[in-house]
């Protein structure tokens, strides 16, 4: 791609953030962890924010049952490694930004090998409490910039959405188990602030009625089959969560590194 090219697609941005944070933000690389509901969203905002480098960690596949929340979730993906659905989508959107496909999950046994790549910033769009505990502990003990999501089901409202330390969330039981686990687990602080960052809502979780589900996952496109389980869910809140994210981690990435 060209450089005028290069300045027409991404010269807005220069023109908000100014011609030297533009250059920071294309030589950034950001992780992001769990590319569905949340962290699909995210990946779109750092593509079309100029972002240079982006990892992108899931071993899910697109499924039927995604297409309430998740950007990729259309018929001819379905079936399809996110990873690489949304690599594609990044690469259309910006040639020049290098993508790096992990099929895999994140486990405590290959967090130093998956996190420990020099990452600009980390986004955690997990809802795996054990690995997001791991994820939060690993960062904080690295200082290294990052943010997580807490649980994007259950809520209509964006306009509820907060981003704070995890001390102070509310109305989020994820976030409350990991605030549990870090204290108890890995000596995070009692009383004041956790130094670990959170998206969040205070909107009160609406819990679904009933769950019904007679599709046989045998016969759904995807590998996973279709999943009927937990919250109901609204792309105009889980995207808002994964925008809300992207926010953080460009004003992170704007600031200038301090010599």
């Avoid at 907060?162 to 989020?172: A, C, F, I």
């Amino acid at each position: 791609m060209s450089q005028a090219d290069f300045e027409r697609r991404f010269g807005g941005i220069a023109r908000l953030y100014g011609d030297d944070v533009l250059e920071r933000f294309a030589a950034a690389h950001v992780c992001v962890i769990g590319v569905g509901g949340v962290g699909s969203w995210a990946v779109e905002a750092l593509a079309r924010s100029g972002i240079g480098h982006l990892t992108l960690i899931d071993l899910d596949h697109i499924a039927e049952s995604n297409v309430n929340r998740q950007l990729p979730a259309l018929d001819p993906y379905f079936g399809m490694a996110k990873v690489s659905a949304l690599a594609e989508r990044a690469r259309a959107i910006n040639p020049e930004c290098v993508v790096s496909e992990v099929e895999d999950f994140v486990d405590e046994d290959n967090l130093d090998e998956l996190l420990g790549r020099g990452y600009d910033f980390v986004f955690d769009a997990i809802d795996s409490l054990k690995i997001k505990t791991a994820i939060a502990a690993w960062c904080v003990k690295h200082r290294q910039p990052f943010v997580v999501s807490g649980g994007a089901g259950g809520q209509m409202n964006p306009g509820l959405i907060r981003v704070g330390d995890l001390s102070e969330t509310t109305n989020d039981p994820l976030l409350s188990n990991l605030r549990y686990n870090l204290r108890r687990r890995y000596g995070l602080p009692r009383e004041g602030r956790m130094r670990v960052p959170c998206v969040y809502s205070t909107e009160q979780l609406i819990y679904p009625k009933a769950a019904a589900c007679d599709i046989d996952a045998a016969n759904t496109a995807a590998p996973q089959g279709l999943s009927c389980a937990g919250f109901g869910a609204s792309m105009v809140v889980t995207a808002s969560f994964g925008l809300f994210a992207v926010a953080e981690a460009l004003k992170a990435i704007a600031r200038p590194k301090k010599r």
